[in-house]
């Protein structure tokens, strides 16, 4: 049956949140626009349209998400994003897998920050113009998911769309009311907690870049040049934290889940994110500056909108498919590209040209930043923060540029430059060495008054203990490379020099300590970045000397995967390892469970136990129990043993076999030790779907009791038993019947294995029934008795043992980098705290302070 | 000249390098002939080529061939001039690699044999791949 109410409802609430925004915009702008009582009547018409269309928004996130949980799959969007058997923590991923999901999840951030500020805004000089902005931005959202066709022109590709609609399937022909009995589930990559959370935080992010932009426009179009300046602070703090923790988060979720061996690929996609997060701090840098001195105004103003026009094209280079094959995880192409053009022309020139006609009133000063001056040096540190994300964006927009040249009539050729990650490596890192550098020299400029003098005896300690530092540390970590020094140096003076200014604050006014304990994060992220990254060590380097590749290769690459056979311990670089076999996850029992104990079903969800299972005294299933797991995921178990103390971890690395998706799916598996990751990814397992090549079929005869090579294994027939049923065959055994199971051992280096193999006499037919122990590639079949030699005759068929082709990279000092984000983070929330109560009125007085004040000492030094 | 001019001045100045370094820097989608002539002149740059796997009049991929241990292969790709050339990936065979319907690969021509650093898949994408059954 075919649920059309739900998905009708759906594209009805998209449609009403369409036309309410555009409504609530409408009313917006004239109430914006308007100076009377009837900007007030206006102004609350917009308010119950902004409303409203709040509650269509959650409408749509109901219906859809109402479709996924119940299997829906008569929809395109529930059948392609998910399945029966996707646990409920992820089918909230599966929401927001698709282009649709996703958009629905930055509307619907858009209306809760809309309704913070309605509510919020209590002198409501900005509601209007702001929200406005929002509306007017609302609007183009929902017409990414409106899914309206118009003549030749469709608007927007909705979710709601049934699959009969989308798919020309020939069984809609025969019976239109077909829905799939299951959906072709969650891509296996996404199926991590880190999807759960990831993206919400991330579109957080990106929808909170709104509120500066709204802000700023709000001031230039009611020519409020200045005071603008004074809300939009701790929005731009709390979205650079947000931002600040999506990226990291999707870079942590990249280091568990993908398999390219960091946290940091330099793909479009993330750099789509770090460009405007980078000029989104710089601006907050120049608001500082205004907020302190009146200076860099105009320079606000820009990077502002520059942050929400980088936003619109990352979205645009993301979602239109134009990054083609130079990313490897954009969204798929849903022909959105023109809409999507439109809306991010729009807002930029809509920007650029209100910014333009009131460039000339924008008040300026006349000021020069003396070199001594706090504000120069924020100004440089901005100025440094923008060239860094520059030098991203060139390269990454370069599909743009082909694009371009192409739609001209030309033809280019250029391609991203080969090595992505060394060529961003060679620029962002002396950026980085810059702005580690200059945050650390920029706050010791606290006293507006400083000059040559001060500054060598304030800067004099902090410079020995860095160099006593670096020094230490260069010897004891064994640092040649002399960037990595000047890095590490630079980084370890960011923290020395925040840090003593931190404790100065924290004795005066605890409240301002933000920026320190910010720019302490980040330098703490870049010497992480340093070791994890610079440092990483390929341990699964091959040193067998294998001749690596027949045929006429020219010369031995240098392999960084090992191949592991089953139960053969292997010596790789500084541990030995032993590959113990491939294990399962079985719902309601801790850790893992061979494979061996398992007979998969029909139905990918649930498996038979083929034994008893017992794990620290308690039995958790026996044999002939129906276990519930997932069929795809296999963790393959390695135990590696230091070579240097002996110490010992198992690693479980999952694979995903999973025809949807292609093969095979891998996922690491990592050791983390405090100063230290150990981190390994499947490459390769043998393919069970494939015909196994048996070989030809080997005859021996022996004996019960006799000892004999299988394999190149010890085996021993132990003996003959009459049985009365068949394992595994469904064979019904008559009184005149006859079926015999030989039971031969099989002693493996790590295990012994049982083999079965039976013999059947059934209606005077004689039939062999083969035993086979895949992990040691071992078939046998037992082909005739000889009563009279007391003999029995084996076939045996030999094939691949099983094994695993894994990689496994050491990084140093990762977790130095993921508690810098942490304490980022809570730098960024100290700084937008400040800044909310300064709005609040609270806080620090007005900093606008006239000349005269200026010359004395600051009572309350303002840190950024 | 006022200070801030100046700071402009190298601005545009940090920003035009920039631009140099990237278009320095940035590779080149050409075929296996210009590759092959590039890696003859002399030129060590990596270069990207298009192409598809080789594949006979049913079907079957040709020319895949793995290493016996496992731990690379080779393959035959055709590229958009319809040159068929050996390519030698040091990595295991991706899953997905025998589905893909065109292929990018990053590297350069070590003799008669092009070395790929990196291979870029674009596989069928979902909508098209799956069979409602």
């Known amino acids: ?864 | 000249m006022k200070k801030s001019h100046l700071f402009g001045i190298l601005i545009i100045a940090a920003c035009i390098t920039i631009i140099m370094a990237t278009a320095g820097d940035a590779s080149t989608y050409v075929s296996f002939g210009e590759a092959q002539q590039l890696s003859t002149n002399g030129k060590a740059n990596k270069v990207h080529v298009v192409g598809q796997l080789k594949k006979s009049t049913e079907g079957e991929i040709l020319g895949l061939e793995p290493s016996s241990d496992k731990l690379s292969f080779s393959f035959v790709m055709v590229d958009h001039n319809n040159k068929e050339q050996k390519v030698f990936y040091k990595e295991p065979m991706p899953a997905d690699f025998t589905r893909s319907e065109q292929v990018v690969v990053i590297g350069s021509y070590r003799d008669n044999i092009f070395v790929a650093d990196q291979i870029l898949m674009k596989c069928p994408s979902k909508y098209q791949e799956k069979e409602v059954s």
């Open chain 1, 1 to 864: 049956m075919i649920h059309t109410f739900i998905g009708n409802a759906g594209h009805f609430f998209v449609v009403a949140s369409f036309i309410t925004s555009l409504v609530a915009a409408y009313a917006y702008i004239q109430a914006a626009n308007l100076h009377n009582l009837n900007a007030q009547s206006w102004r609350r018409y917009a308010r119950g349209a902004f409303y409203l269309h709040g509650l269509m928004v959650v409408g749509v996130v109901f219906s859809l998400f109402y479709i996924i949980y119940n299997h829906y799959f008569e929809y395109h969007y529930a059948w392609s994003h998910s399945s029966l058997s996707l646990p409920t923590h992820y089918m909230i991923s599966c929401f927001w897998e698709g282009q649709e999901g996703s958009f629905l999840l930055w509307i619907f951030w858009h209306v809760v920050l809309g309704l913070t500020l309605i509510q919020t805004n209590k002198d409501k000089q900005w509601e209007a113009p702001v929200m406005a902005v929002f509306a007017l931005v609302q609007a183009f959202l929902a017409s990414m998911i409106l899914g309206v066709v118009i003549g030749d022109v469709k608007i927007g590709s909705s979710p709601f769309m049934l699959l009969r609609d989308v798919m020309d399937a020939p069984v809609f022909a025969l019976n239109p009311d077909y829905v799939p009995a299951d959906g072709t589930g969650l891509n296996p990559l996404l199926q991590n907690y880190w999807m759960v959370i990831h993206p919400p935080v991330l579109f957080l992010g990106y929808a909170t870049t709104l509120v500066p932009f709204a802000f700023c426009i709000a001031g230039l179009w009611k020519k409020k040049y200045e005071s603008w300046v004074k809300p939009t602070l701790p929005w731009a703090i709390f979205s650079a934290a947000i931002l600040g923790t999506g990226i990291v988060m999707g870079a942590y979720w990249a280091y568990e889940t993908l398999n390219f061996g960091g946290y940091w690929n330099w793909d479009p996609v993330e750099n789509a994110v770090y460009v405007p997060w980078l000029v989104l701090i710089a601006g907050i840098h120049t608001m500082v500056i205004f907020k302190n001195n009146n200076t860099a105004l105009k320079t606000s103003i820009v990077l502002v909108i520059a942050t929400f026009v980088l936003v619109l094209y990352g979205t645009f280079l993301t979602r239109s498919g134009i990054l083609g094959d130079t990313s490897v995880h954009a969204f798929t192409d849903l022909g959105l590209s023109g809409q999507l053009m439109i809306y991010m022309f729009f807002f930029t020139l809509g920007a650029i040209v209100l910014a333009a006609t009131r460039w000339k009133e924008i008040p300026t000063s006349d000021k020069e930043a003396s070199a001594y001056s706090r504000e120069f040096w924020i100004f440089i540190g901005a100025t440094t923060l923008c060239l860094m994300s520059f030098q991203v964006l060139v390269p990454t927009s370069i599909p743009v540029y082909n694009a371009l040249v192409e739609a001209f009539g030309g033809i280019s050729n250029v391609a991203p430059p080969a090595d992505q990650v060394a060529f961003y490596t060679k620029f962002q890192l002396w950026f980085a060495v810059a702005v580690a550098l200059l945050s650390g020299t920029g706050q010791f400029f606290f006293w507006k008054k400083m000059d040559k003098e001060k500054l060598k005896n304030e800067l004099a300690l902090p410079l020995v203990v860095t160099l006593l530092l670096s020094a230490v540390i260069i010897v004891v970590a064994k640092i040649t490379e002399p960037v990595y020094m000047v890095l590490l140096t630079a980084g370890l003076y960011s923290i020395v020099s925040n840090g003593s200014v931190l404790v100065r604050l924290a004795k005066a006014k605890v409240r301002l300590v933000g920026g320190s304990v910010a720019h302490i994060g980040i330098a703490m992220m870049l010497i992480g970045v340093l070791f994890s990254a610079g440092y990483s060590k390929v341990v699964s380097q091959n040193t067998t000397g294998m001749l690596i590749f027949k045929g006429d290769v020219p010369e031995q690459e240098n392999v960084d995967n090992v191949l592991v056979w089953l139960n053969d311990p292997y010596e790789m670089q500084d541990y030995s390892l032993l590959y113990k076999g491939q294990r399962k996850e079985v719902e309601g029992v801790p850790g893992y469970v061979d494979k061996k104990l398992l007979q998969p079903t029909e139905d990918p969800r649930m498996a038979v136990a083929v034994g008893n299972f017992e794990k620290d005294g308690k039995k958790y299933f026996s044999k002939g129990d129906s276990v519930k797991y997932i069929a795809e995921n296999t963790f393959h178990e390695i135990e590696f043993t230091s070579r240097a103390n002996g110490s010992q971890f198992t690693l479980y690395p999952r694979s995903q076999v999973n025809a949807e998706m292609g093969g095979l799916a891998a996922s690491p598996d990592i050791h983390h030790e405090l100063t230290r990751d150990l981190y390994t990814h499947v490459k390769a397992i043998p393919n069970e779907e494939d015909e196994k090549d048996w070989g030809e079929t080997k005859e021996m005869n022996v004996k019960i009791g006799e000892r004999f090579f299988l394999n190149d294994y010890v085996a021993v027939l132990e003996g003959i038993k009459k049985v009365n049923q068949v394992a595994g065959a469904d064979v019904d055994l008559g009184p005149e019947d006859l079926a015999v199971e030989a039971q031969i051992k099989v002693f493996g280096k790590q295990e012994d294995y049982m083999l079965t193999p039976t013999y059947i006499i059934r209606d005077r037919m004689v039939g062999q029934i083969p035993s086979t122990a895949n992990e040691i590639g071992l078939r046998v079949t037992l082909l005739n008795i000889s009563p009279e030699t007391n003999s029995f005759t084996l076939g045996v068929n030999t094939t691949q043992k099983d094994y695993i082709v894994f990689s496994a990279i050491e990084k140093p000092g990762i977790n130095i980098l993921w508690a810098g984000t942490i304490i980022m983070v809570i730098g960024f929330g100290i700084a937008a705290y400040r800044r909310y109560k300064d709005v609040k009125g609270d806080g620090e007085e007005n900093n606008k302070n006239d000349d005269k004040k200026r010359l004395k000492p600051r009572k309350n030094p303002v840190v950024a």
